[in-house]
């Protein structure tokens, strides 16, 4: 996001030539203490990691991350200028515990399946040129997008392919990608996160469905426990009418309904 940020990601030094698993160095930095480029880039942020967090609340096996340093080589040289993808998920992993950013040669050598870049004007041509490369041909992440908070039309998205290189991803009907990793769609949402009223990159089910934050989830699931409980009143209150017509017609024949 910031003006300094030529790559975000350190780079990878090529005489490393094996991956045998070793102690994080002590000069790992995890924090820049740069704020992001907005405060929409960070709701941007934060509601796609939210999203799929809520989704898979049931599951162990992934991590999302986002702003954070991605490290992929212990012999590279820091600068403290590098931040990571403003969002990424890691697939078929241990996910029962947080990390203060991603060490690949820690994770078995694991890269992220899935990045979103956030851009701003400072950072849309490294996001579309440089990082591509670099998702591409050494990270070898199969999904990857942009999008600017601010330019609803600014959704872009590739896949790899058995080549190994990035294709153009295409719009279906509603205007979103297809993100075959995660088996979700990726595309515009206008409304209200965190008291921004804003067009939001959201995440869709196979079926259309907005993927929901937990407070929409909670939301829903509420206003489901209302409807029940009205349609609960209502039946009880239709049995009861039933069960009164039954006693007048049975005291028109001269029973009492209460002895019988």
């Not at 996160?193 to 907005?210: E, M, S, Y």
Request: proline share 5%; aromatic share 12%; hydrophobic share 40%.
């Amino acid at each position: 996001m910031a003006a300094l940020e030529q790559t975000q990601i350190a780079v990878l030094d090529p005489e490393v030539t094996d991956w045998e698993p070793t102690p994080p160095p002590t000069d790992l930095i995890f924090d820049d203490g740069e704020p992001l480029e907005t405060n929409r880039h960070r709701t941007a942020m934060n509601t796609l990691i939210r999203s799929l967090q809520q989704a898979w609340s049931d599951r162990q096996d992934y991590f999302t991350g986002g702003n954070m340093f991605v490290y992929f080589s212990d012999k590279q040289v820091f600068n403290k200028d590098f931040r990571g993808p403003d969002f990424f998920a890691v697939l078929d992993i241990d996910g029962s515990y947080t990390r203060e950013g991603w060490v690949v040669w820690l994770e078995n050598g694991r890269y992220p399946n899935v990045i979103v870049e956030l851009m701003s004007s400072s950072t849309a041509k490294i996001d579309r040129t440089v990082k591509k490369d670099l998702y591409e041909r050494t990270f070898r992440t199969p999904d990857y997008f942009v999008f600017s908070p601010f330019n609803p039309k600014s959704l872009q998205g590739w896949h790899l392919d058995s080549n190994q290189k990035y294709q153009s991803l295409q719009f279906n009907a509603n205007g979103w990608l297809w993100c075959e990793s995660l088996g979700f769609w990726l595309g515009t949402w206008e409304g209200v996160v965190d008291r921004d009223h804003a067009i939001w990159l959201r995440f869709f089910d196979r079926d259309g469905n907005l993927v929901l934050l937990p407070e929409e989830a909670a939301q829903l699931n509420a206003e489901q426990a209302q409807i029940q409980a009205e349609q609960a009143q209502i039946q009880a209150e239709q049995e009861h009418q039933r069960a009164e017509r039954l006693a007048a017609r049975l005291r028109l024949l001269g029973e009492d309904p209460d002895t019988l």
